[in-house]
Structures are given as C-alpha cells and as structure tokens.
C-alpha cells in the first residue's frame, strides 16, 4: 500500500511516497530493546518506542528508498540507493514535545537489527561499522560515514554490546 507521508503529522520521510511495511514482514517480529510493535486492522506494522528519559514516541514502519553517494577510490562517486525501514512518528511524548528538546527524526546506529548500519549491512552494501565526525564551531554539520574509511590516519572505537 502507497500512502503520501503527509499523512503522518511529523511528514519525517525522505521522499513523497512511503511504503507501510505489512504485519508478515520479519521487520515487524523483530525485538528492539525499548520497543513494542503490533498490527492495526489494516496490516499495518505499528510500534511504540519508549527513551530511557521517559519520553516516547508511536508511530508505524515505513519503507522508503535512502539515497547516497559511493566512494569507490581515490575520488570516484557513484550515486546509489537502498531500501530501508524506519519508524514514521504520528505522536509524541515527554522531553520530545518541547520546543526546545524538538527533533526532525532520531536515527539509530546501535547493533539491533532495525539500525540503518545494520539493514545496509545484511543486503552487503556497507560493513557493519560507521563514523561520525562532528564539526566543532557551533554552527553543526560534519560528516556521517556509513561503512569504513580507508586511511590509516583513522582510529575506530568498537561500541560495546549491551551498553
């Protein structure tokens, strides 16, 4: 079933169209620590996720296509693509609905099986590691690296399971 993302009060997704994901998905059966998922009377995967703050959000699985560039050398890019599951809020709670606490989305990078590294992962885009690094003016931005960067300059530090 196609919906417009529209229809959702937080409109979060990456494109127009977004894909429900149905109950018979495996995505829907798989356990997220902090999360409950159910299905609605029209097949649709839904889930409530509670922070460790309290604050919580509700909302349903959606697919959608995310779009990036490849590094395939020294400076070669290749555009590419690949379908990912992510939660489509429709409500809020807690620390979240302060306007001063307000987020566009929150992604998550941890080892379950609904992370956006680990999706990428199992279909043998990009390895099961990523690297952030953050710009230091206070003016944000910085680099978000799905996958390892080859150069030797580069120390990574392993997350630790259950932490």
């Keep these: 079933m196609l ?19 149905p109950c018979s998905d495996s995505i829907c059966a798989s356990e997220v620590q902090g999360a409950a998922t159910e299905c609605s009377q029209a097949n649709q995967c ?4 509670q922070y460790g703050d309290g604050s919580g959000t509700t909302g ?12 395939l050398g020294q400076s070669s890019l290749a555009n590419s693509s690949a379908t990912v599951v992510f939660g489509c809020s429709n409500y809020l709670s807690g620390e979240l609905t302060k ?13 379950g099986p609904l992370s956006v590294v680990s999706q990428l992962s199992l279909r043998g885009i990009t390895p099961k590691v990523f690297s952030n690094c953050l710009k230091g003016d206070g003016n944000g931005g910085g680099i978000l690296v799905l996958g390892h960067i080859l150069d030797l300059n580069i120390v990574y530090t392993p997350l630790l399971p259950s932490q």
């Design 3 to 21: 919906i417009g993302c529209n229809y959702f009060t937080l409109p979060n997704c990456l494109q127009l169209i977004c894909l429900l994901v």
């Design 46 to 49: 839904s889930y409530t996720f």
């Design 60 to 71: 349903y699985y959606i697919s959608d296509a995310v779009y990036f560039d490849m590094i």
């Design 99 to 111: 306007s001063d606490k307000a987020v566009d989305g929150i992604i998550g990078f941890g080892p």
